[in-house]
């Protein structure tokens, strides 16, 4: 040992003054007073390089200690651990003096990592992982150290080296993406995932699913490292792979679950109670107040409803992401675990196999893959006896798609018709059988034949609740689909004459309008017809404002001829003078006489004659009445041709409209249309589940169809192929439902106990009792009593008849 080492717990102080400092105190003066021990400083660091150098001999020469075990001393591996922890504490006051310990101490752990005693190691990472926590230590240059260090067994170790990797990486994105950072830190990952040796293949898979479960590494390079774990030589590794991509939806939900506050949890069971009858009170039942307290409830209600909607749709549109959704070449993907599945030199357990054969339905439905030998595979496994079978059939109808031919689909759905659907089956297996081929036609109509789909809707009288329910989707999918199929009882009446049709194989709608824009159409539609039915004359009406308005025309190009027209006659052919009295009696005077003109049928002469005699008396009544006489002529055939004029422009408007909006001249959608879409589409989803009053979807029960990329984003869960399958419990089982009946029962009495027993309160003769009385009542009471016994020891003796013959 050199002559200045000192032990770690006193240190003097030197030059200072004489007494004894533990490192701890000296640690604390060194921050607050750091040009003052700069001597102490040098003293101690000279120290860590001594026991650095002695620890590496001793070390080298296999040196043992006092007490006779192998490796290095104690005694030397705790005064490096403390000293190197101290220096790490205080590197940040000494840069120039402690510009070197941070490499010092990064290449002693390299080098000698996997060597040192438990504790020292620990000490040593834990003193590294400070430097680097203030940015002292740069983590590309010692990820591949904490990564390695995780494998050595040490679990104390591994869980402090996994949690910084972790936690450094999301600091160092948390405001934004280092992309050439991380690009360094992904490729040590990778490579270190492509290794051959499986403990450290494991560690790097565990670091990666972790940083892309917490979405940090969230992009297309590490999905496609994860996924490329699939083949790995090592079992173990397949295994974690496969599990994660197929548990990745479970992660998800359990993330946005603890996320989500309690506030957001409970409008979820209101928006389940909302029913016609509600919104019918919340209108016109109760008071003014409660009224109000009952809308106010609705509201929240169909808020929490529009969240859950909108947070369903974040998840099935481009936001929701998996691995498997980022795949480079699924196509490649999907084959090569096919093949791996079907040629592995090994065999694997059954368990395995379904998880490969999930992973690689699941692959072909989200990218709609055509791996045509895939589908004869599950053939050997589709028996209601097998193990798992739910699982199988739900993997089977994931794979299925509408690019898939159905030639290749027929013989594994001939498979589950023949062996599930059954007169001499179990219910449960033909539920299930009968759920699957719904799930199947769903995504290929195509496969269904007449014959089999009316001798499956037979099965709608099964007495088994599971069977008769299945059955009946069946039979509301095909009134949706193609009607045809059924027999005209089982059509429904508003499928009757329904000619709805499936697509043929590789046949594809293409969008020609804005999605959304036919129930704006629509909207506009129905607002023209409310109108027309309020206003039954519309037409004539709007006739009558042309005619009009071209009278106007004629009277303001003829305003110039003359001022006093200008007060005389209006559109509506009434007077607009500002002399009403005048006008008034001037109008009578004129009607009088068209009706001596009516009933005299004088001559056109003695018309003139009469007109010139009352213009000399009436003054102003002439004009008017000439120009009265000239608009009334000409009226009637102003009126016919408009009317025949704007009908002819509404129909050949219907006629050359087409798909174009009616609302907008050149072909484009404002803002406002694209609000009010957006409204009609909320609207039809409230509409669809009941909660709107005056909708005439509010009481159908249509089978909504989903479309081709809904169903391919959708997971299938193997529990909804069982609905209403009720499962034979296990002995255990009914004896813990027994138990848990038995709970809120108190414990056995007698009948006449029970009666006895109250559950209110005391009665009121029993509270009369009870009540402190008056001392006066207290004497006429007991006087009372008194003169009632006498009396009836009086009768006692009278009232005595003897015993009984027959006793």
Same mark, same amino acid.
């Given at each position: 040992?050199s002559?200045h080492y000192?032990?770690?717990e006193?240190?003097s102080a ?11 105190t000296l ?5 607050c007073?750091?040009?003052?021990y +700069?001597?102490?400083?040098l003293?101690?660091y000279?120290?860590f390089?001594?026991?650095l150098?002695?620890?590496?001999q001793?070390?080298d020469?296999?040196?043992?200690s006092?007490?006779g075990?192998?490796?290095s001393?104690p005694?030397?591996a ?5 000293r190197a922890?101290?220096l790490a504490h205080v590197?940040?006051f ?5 510009a070197?310990f ?6 002693f752990?390299?080098s000698?990592?996997r060597t040192?005693?438990?504790?020292l190691r620990?000490?040593?990472a834990?003193?590294?992982?400070l430097l %680097?926590?203030?940015?002292m230590v740069?983590?590309a240059?010692n990820?591949?150290? @904490?990564?390695?260090?995780?494998t050595?067994?040490?679990k104390a170790l591994?869980?402090?080296a996994?949690n910084?990797?972790?936690?450094s990486i999301?600091?160092m994105?948390?405001?934004h ?8 830190l992904?490729?040590v990952l990778f ?14 898979l565990?670091t990666?699913?972790e940083?892309h479960r917490r979405?940090?590494?969230f992009?297309e390079?590490?999905a496609n490292?994860i996924?490329?774990a699939?083949?790995?030589?090592s079992s /173990?590794i %397949?295994i ?5 991509l197929?548990?990745?939806?479970k992660?998800e939900?359990?993330?946005d ?5 309690s506030d957001?949890d409970?409008?979820?069971?209101s928006?389940?109670?909302i029913?016609?009858e509600d ?10 107040a409660?009224k109000?307290k ?7 209600a169909i808020r929490?409803l529009k969240?859950?909607q ?5 998840k099935s549109? *481009?936001?929701y ?5 980022h ?5 490649e993907?999907a084959e090569k675990l096919?093949?791996?599945?079907q040629n *592995?030199?090994?065999v694997e357990r059954f368990?395995v196999? %379904?998880m490969m054969l999930k992973?690689?339905a699941r692959t072909?439905?989200l990218h709609?893959l055509?791996?045509?030998n895939?589908y004869?595979? @599950? ?5 209601p006896h ?5 699982e ?5 109808v994931?794979a299925?798609?509408d690019?898939?031919p159905?030639? =290749?689909? +027929?013989p ?5 018709v023949n062996? @599930?659907?059954d007169?001499?089956?179990q219910p449960?297996a033909?539920?299930v ?8 036609c769903?995504? %290929?109509?195509l496969l269904?034949t007449?014959?089999?789909l009316?001798?499956l809707?037979?099965?709608?009288k099964s007495h088994t609740k599971a069977v ?6 069946l039979i509301?999918l ?8 059924l ?5 429904g009446?508003?499928?009757v ?9 590789g046949?594809a709608?293409?969008?020609s ?9 629509h909207?506009?539609?129905?607002g023209e017809?409310d109108?027309d039915d ?8 709007t006739d009558?404002m042309?005619a009009?308005?071209?009278d106007?025309?004629l ?10 027209d200008?007060?005389?006659i209006?559109e509506?052919?009434d007077e607009?003078d500002?002399n009403?009295?005048?006008v008034s009696?001037?109008?009578d005077?004129?009607?009088a006489?068209?009706?001596?003109e009516?009933e005299?049928?004088n001559?056109?002469?003695e018309e003139e004659? #009469?007109d010139?005699?009352d213009?000399k008396?009436?003054g102003?009544g002439?004009?008017e009445n000439?120009a ?11 009126l016919n ?6 009908r002819?422009?509404k /129909?050949?408007?219907k006629?050359?409209?087409g798909?174009?909006? *009616?609302d907008?001249?050149d072909?484009?959608?404002?803002n406002?249309?694209?609000r009010r879409?957006?409204e009609l ?6 509409a669809?589940q009941g909660l ?5 979807d509010?009481?159908s029960?249509?089978f909504k ?8 984003i959708? /997971?299938i869960d193997?529990?909804k192929?069982?609905?209403h399958?009720k499962?034979?419990m ?10 848990a009946g038995r709970e809120?029962r ?5 009948r ?7 559950l209110?309160?005391?009665?009121n003769k ?6 402190a009385?008056p001392?006066v009542?207290?004497r ?10 006498r ?6 003796g009278?009232? #005595?008849?003897?015993?009984k =013959?027959w006793?």
């Amino acid at each position: 040992m050199s002559s200045h080492y000192m032990t770690p717990e006193p240190l003097s102080a030197s030059g200072r003054s004489s007494e004894k400092m533990s490192l701890p105190t000296l640690q604390s003066k060194m921050k607050c007073d750091p040009e003052g021990y +700069e001597t102490e400083l040098l003293l101690v660091y000279n120290q860590f390089k001594s026991s650095l150098e002695l620890f590496k001999q001793q070390a080298d020469l296999g040196f043992k200690s006092v007490t006779g075990s192998g490796g290095s001393d104690p005694t030397v591996a705790k005064d490096l651990a403390d000293r190197a922890l101290f220096l790490a504490h205080v590197t940040p006051f000494y840069p120039a003096q402690l510009a070197q310990f941070p490499s010092q101490l990064s290449e002693f752990l390299h080098s000698s990592a996997r060597t040192l005693p438990s504790g020292l190691r620990l000490h040593v990472a834990q003193a590294l992982i400070l430097l %680097m926590n203030r940015k002292m230590v740069d983590i590309a240059d010692n990820l591949g150290l @904490f990564m390695e260090i995780q494998t050595y067994g040490d679990k104390a170790l591994k869980t402090l080296a996994y949690n910084h990797v972790i936690h450094s990486i999301k600091r160092m994105n948390m405001k934004h993406k280092n992309e050439a950072k991380n690009r360094v830190l992904q490729n040590v990952l990778f490579r270190m995932l492509q290794l051959e040796d499986e403990t450290k293949a494991k560690r790097a898979l565990i670091t990666l699913r972790e940083l892309h479960r917490r979405k940090v590494w969230f992009d297309e390079n590490t999905a496609n490292a994860i996924c490329s774990a699939c083949f790995h030589p090592s079992s /173990r590794i %397949m295994i974690a792979c496969l599990s994660f991509l197929l548990d990745y939806e479970k992660i998800e939900e359990e993330d946005d679950s603890d996320a989500s506050s309690s506030d957001e949890d409970t409008p979820i069971k209101s928006h389940l109670a909302i029913n016609r009858e509600d919104i019918y009170k919340a209108h016109h039942k109760g008071t003014l107040a409660s009224k109000k307290k009952k809308k106010a409830k609705l509201q929240r209600a169909i808020r929490s409803l529009k969240k859950q909607q909108r947070i369903t749709s974040e998840k099935s549109t *481009s936001n929701y992401h998996t691995p498997l959704n980022h795949l480079r070449d699924p196509q490649e993907f999907a084959e090569k675990l096919f093949s791996r599945l079907q040629n *592995s030199t090994r065999v694997e357990r059954f368990e395995v196999k %379904m998880m490969m054969l999930k992973v690689v339905a699941r692959t072909i439905g989200l990218h709609r893959l055509v791996l045509l030998n895939f589908y004869p595979y @599950f053939i050997n496994y589709i028996t209601p006896h097998q193990n798992g079978v739910t699982e199988l059939l739900a993997a089977a109808v994931q794979a299925c798609h509408d690019m898939v031919p159905p030639d =290749a689909v +027929e013989p594994l759905f001939k498979q589950i018709v023949n062996k @599930f659907i059954d007169d001499r089956a179990q219910p449960e297996a033909i539920a299930v059988g009968l759920n699957t081929t719904r799930e199947i036609c769903l995504r %290929m109509p195509l496969l269904m034949t007449e014959d089999l789909l009316q001798d499956l809707a037979l099965y709608k009288k099964s007495h088994t609740k599971a069977v008769s329910v299945a059955a009946r989707s069946l039979i509301g999918l095909f009134r949706e689909l193609n009607p045809s199929l059924l027999i005209k009882k089982d059509r429904g009446r508003q499928h009757v004459d329904s000619k709805a049709r499936p697509k043929a194989y590789g046949e594809a709608d293409v969008l020609s309008n804005v999605p959304g824009l036919d129930l704006l159409k629509h909207d506009d539609d129905n607002g023209e017809s409310d109108d027309d039915d309020d206003d039954e004359p519309s037409v004539r009406g709007t006739d009558e404002m042309v005619a009009s308005s071209d009278d106007e025309g004629l009277q303001i190009t003829n305003t110039d001829s003359g001022s006093e027209d200008d007060n005389m006659i209006s559109e509506d052919g009434d007077e607009i003078d500002e002399n009403d009295s005048d006008v008034s009696g001037d109008e009578d005077e004129v009607e009088a006489e068209d009706e001596d003109e009516d009933e005299e049928e004088n001559t056109e002469d003695e018309e003139e004659e #009469f007109d010139n005699n009352d213009a000399k008396d009436g003054g102003s009544g002439v004009k008017e009445n000439i120009a009265k006489k000239r608009k009334f002529a000409d009226f009637d055939t102003q009126l016919n041709d408009a009317e025949a004029s704007l009908r002819t422009l509404k /129909r050949l408007a219907k006629e050359n409209m087409g798909p174009a909006p *009616s609302d907008s001249t050149d072909g484009f959608l404002s803002n406002e249309d694209f609000r009010r879409i957006k409204e009609l589409k909320a609207k039809q989803r409230l509409a669809q589940q009941g909660l709107l009053k005056k909708s005439s979807d509010a009481k159908s029960t249509a089978f909504k169809i989903p479309t081709s990329d809904e169903l391919s984003i959708k /997971r299938i869960d193997p529990a909804k192929l069982e609905v209403h399958v009720k499962r034979r419990m296990t002995k255990e089982e009914k004896l813990a439902l027994v138990k848990a009946g038995r709970e809120d029962r108190g414990k056995y009495m007698a009948r006449a106990a029970v009666k006895q027993k109250k559950l209110g309160g005391l009665s009121n003769k029993q509270k009369e009792h009870k009540k402190a009385m008056p001392l006066v009542a207290k004497r006429a009471k007991v006087a009372k009593s008194r003169v009632e016994k006498r009396k009836k020891q009086q009768l006692s003796g009278k009232n #005595f008849r003897g015993k009984k =013959a027959w006793k």
